[in-house]
Nanobody, 121 residues
């Protein structure tokens, strides 16, 4: 079973940027569905982005579209470049795998421990 470890979170001022990294314990399978979701305290999980390994394009939530970009750095590493951060982006961010894009956003079969992102005004 693959393990995912997220890093790169932290505190940033509104308008700033962060780059989150997701390192898997093994290489991603071609066309594996991977992505990120987030959860703020007391709130529901919100899918952020989902993509298929070694393909172009990705699904982004409306709330992050145009500001966040997912990329694959190497065979077992994904990144989420987050720009123009807003206070409402504050959440624990999780890298997830085995995703399925359903109505309302992607669901993930497994994920890592998360990395905290805090955006202040």
């Amino acid at each position: 079973q693959v393990n995912l470890v997220e890093s790169g979170g932290g505190s940033v001022q509104a308008g700033g940027s962060l780059r989150l990294t997701c390192v898997a314990s093994r290489a991603f399978y071609n066309h594996a569905c991977m992505g990120w979701f987030r959860q703020a305290p007391g709130k529901e999980r919100e899918g952020v982005v989902a993509t298929y390994i070694d393909t172009e394009g990705a699904w982004y939530s409306d709330s992050v579209k145009g500001r966040f970009t997912i990329s694959q750095d190497n065979a077992n590493t994904l990144s989420l470049q987050m720009t123009s951060l807003k206070p409402e982006d504050t959440a624990m961010y999780y890298c997830g795998g085995d995703c399925r894009v359903l109505t309302g956003g992607p669901e993930f079969g497994y994920w890592g421990q998360g990395t905290q992102v805090t955006v202040s005004s």
